[in-house]
């Protein structure tokens, strides 16, 4: 069975870091790549980032780019996401998930509970 936690999430002031971290199992690396995607109240889902399980290529949607971080230990079957100088509009909530694809549409096939990203003044 597939299991995906994410933890890390809370309260920070505008400029602020989190990291986010993602326990995974009941997959092979070697089938699902990883990532990571956010849903505020009221607004759809958003795909952040992924990583190639294959080759450690990363991905990002254009407003995390520069700020926000992927990265993994796949021995661990963890993945983490560093969040840089935060805004208000990264509040969400945060989930990490496996997609079989290539990364690049962030299509998640399974994903598991969120965890609350707040950023305010």
């Known amino acids: 069975e597939v299991q995906l936690q994410a933890s890390g999430g809370g309260l920070v002031q505008i400029g602020g870091s989190l990291r986010l971290a993602c326990s995974a199992s009941?997959?092979?690396?070697?089938?699902?790549?990883v990532g990571w995607f956010r849903q505020a109240p009221g607004k759809e889902r958003e795909g952040v980032s992924c990583?190639?399980?294959?080759?450690?290529?990363?991905y990002y949607t254009e407003s995390v780019s520069d700020r926000f971080t992927i990265s993994s230990d796949n021995a661990k079957n963890t993945v983490f996401l560093q969040m840089n100088n935060l805004n208000p509009d990264d509040t969400g909530v945060y989930y990490c998930?496996?997609?079989?694809?290539?990364?690049?549409?962030?299509?998640?096939?399974?994903w598991g509970q969120g965890t609350l990203v707040t950023v305010s003044s």
């Open positions: 009941g997959f092979s690396f070697d089938e699902y790549n």
């Open positions: 998930g496996l997609e079989r694809g290539n990364c690049i549409l962030m299509d998640y096939d399974y």
């Open positions: 990583i190639n399980s294959r080759d450690g290529t990363t």
